[in-house]
């Protein structure tokens, strides 16, 4: 992609309504632009960020035997009132059609689900099952002041599992927070498990978190990764001795960025879903239900990863892999654009005629992991190849560059 | 995939509220299932053929140099009060939140992107430029009767171009019309280019329309292919001889499949979206949309794809491109999925041990472009190969098939 033709190019001046350095990042670098509070576009090169999220999401959730469906944001209002969340879910959105019919807006998703795969499961031979979607929840939040970590429309991959039984559930439990652990790997993250409520009917919950001052929650943990809980539920103070002599525990600001929780039969009693064994009794379904926002990952990652100069993407969800810029030298730099296009490298090339002083900067700012410099004091053939983490630099020719197969998309 | 394992199964009684047989056949065979009027869950086969037909619609846009963004659903009333649509868009959903403020639920999106193309564009350096997304769209339709044809919910393509003159226009508007009829074709359709209302700014629009008896538009038109208008403006009368000898001009019902449409400088004047020239000078920018409802083209696919058995996909966006069917013979279907999946073929193996009567039904009912048959009686290593189209079918072996590339995904 050409840079003078991206729509959405970098900015100087942020709304002051922007607080939170991943909104702040992100507009300044052109990948967001604010719609209303909490709500965002998405420009193409945000955009791309996010198809890569969710391709990783995607590749987790499949490997899990967990099929993708698509649910609607507009629901049935009757079966929020059987759950009894349609006066008490605080973030609903409520929309009044012209002929006075209410709807909830969906802000999750087991009113939706639930009743849809009574009508398809009612044997012990339908299950166990597991179902995903990526999509666009809506949240009525009071204040939406941290960017994309918490917006009131959002994207999220939700997953639900449907067991025979809580052995079939724990065990799928356990598959899930591999899967998990595996996503946020991949984005760059490092994501603590946590216990967190479990609600009216289970012990526990668990969150991913992920420590960063901005952070919304807050957790007690061992640096030994042995013990992490959510303050709202920790019982040990911060400086206790963890059990197995790591140290002391230590308190620390966190965004949740996943959380799986055993939902027992809190929603299969609500309607009624059932199963029947091989002795042809009916058991009621154990579920589970385990959630990412995608966009909220995006969030995060601008959070951890950035520096003075700007956001520091990983490799894995880069927009693009290389950053190239030419000072002078179109004629080549064009076959530089050129080789690299062939060779399957995502490549951004900063063509516009401004300074080179202003092209590092928005190189630094966009945070595209390679940066490959082409000029007329290097002539052609040769490059300065410039990781946006490392501080170095080292010149090499283009054709070695093109033989490095480690950075291809 | 094997079938046993598939979330969404043919049904056999659908609810008497689907009229339409688009969503009687989806609904039946497993694609769709209704949460309220107008509204659709997408199941894992569904979602299977809206991917393809979204993969069809981003490469064509792409190659007509247009760049995906993606704007939210959650949009600014202002902007909606400047354009004067705010009070005046009929099927407009607008949402109350709980503190009081009032948001348009987007049904289209020119209140979003003209005002977000202000704050990047400002030179003739910055056009032209076409953006497009393909996103959720909300509509408060008082009937919604027609299954995904015309949904309160849907999914659209919509595309949106900006231009420093009026030649420069005329020149991208054939580009799109190149590009949406490569992809009606794609996706198995006859949609003829009609002339339509241009509104009060321009003479025409262009609707692409698909002749089908369920159709809720009705157009004037030359099988020559040399006229065609919708009857809303049109002033010849069927039964007129077409101008270059085709014959009499016919009365038919259609579907409208996309739209496209110039804008002038309606909304570039509402937000005062202009462009300084050469010499310096302001001038306002030329628009145009194209929209492709891309729920409703699989509704399409459906009401002109079908016969008295179910749903016959054309290949480019069948959900699978094997259905296979085993009679007994189980370990040699076995071997027959893995080889058919090791050749990169996508394949659904109704592995349920039902009666071939039952299989044979619902495969036709499900439409899938090929079938192959193992059995007792055939043995291992030979199949019988049907296509859903045509009324022969032929054995052959295993390996001769997996052979012929051209029915690969």
């Given at each position: 992609m050409k840079y003078s033709k991206l729509f959405g190019k970098t900015i100087k001046d942020v709304s002051s309504e922007e607080t939170s350095i991943n909104a702040k990042l992100l507009t300044r670098g052109g990948f967001i632009r604010r719609e209303i509070a909490g709500v965002y576009n998405?420009?193409?090169l945000g955009l791309k960020?996010?198809?890569k999220i969710e391709k990783i999401v995607r590749e987790e959730m499949n490997s899990a035997d967990s099929q993708e469906l698509l649910m609607p944001a507009l629901q049935n209002k009757e079966s929020w009132i059987v759950t009894g969340r349609w006066d008490t879910f605080d973030v609903l959105f409520k929309l009044r059609s012209q002929t006075g019919s209410e709807y909830p807006?969906?802000?999750?998703?087991?009113e939706v689900l639930v009743p849809l795969v009574k009508q398809f499961v009612s044997s012990y031979r339908d299950l166990p099952l597991s179902l995903y979607q990526i999509q666009t929840k809506f949240?009525?939040?009071l204040r939406a002041k941290s960017g994309i970590l918490r917006?009131?429309?959002?994207i999220m991959k939700d997953l639900y599992s449907f067991h025979a039984d809580e052995k079939d559930f724990d065990k799928y439990y356990k598959r899930m927070m591999e899967a998990y652990s595996n996503v946020f790997r991949r984005v760059g993250l490092d994501a603590i498990l946590t216990e967190a409520s479990g609600g009216a009917f289970s012990e526990f919950s668990h969150e991913y978190q992920v420590i960063t001052e901005s952070g919304e929650d807050e957790i007690i943990y061992c640096s030994g990764g042995d013990f992490a809980q959510n303050t709202e539920i920790a019982k040990v103070k911060e400086g206790k001795e963890c059990d197995l002599g790591h140290?002391?525990?230590?308190?620390?600001k966190t965004i949740e960025v996943g959380n799986i929780f055993p939902l027992a039969t809190k929603f299969s009693d609500a309607f009624g879903l059932v199963y029947q064994d091989e002795n042809g009794k009916s058991n009621p379904i154990i579920m589970g239900c385990y959630g990412i926002g995608i966009t909220r990952l995006m969030g995060t990652v601008v959070e951890v990863h950035n520096d003075e100069k700007g956001i520091v993407w990983p490799d894995s969800i880069a927009p693009y892999k290389v950053h190239l810029?030419?000072?002078?030298?179109v004629k080549y730099a064009e076959k530089a654009y050129e080789d690299l296009v062939n060779a399957g490298i995502e490549v951004l090339w900063d063509d516009r005629d401004v300074s080179a002083g202003e092209k590092f900067a928005d190189a630094d700012l966009i945070g595209i992991p390679t940066r490959i410099v082409v000029s007329d004091k290097l002539g052609e053939g040769t490059i300065e190849v410039k990781s946006r983490k490392e501080k170095d630099s080292h010149t090499e020719t283009l054709e070695a560059f093109l033989d490095t197969a480690s950075i291809r998309g």
């Open positions: 998405f420009l193409p960020v996010i198809e807006l969906g802000p999750s998703h087991e949240r009525d939040e917006g009131r429309e959002f140290g002391p525990l230590k308190k620390v810029v030419n000072i002078g030298n």
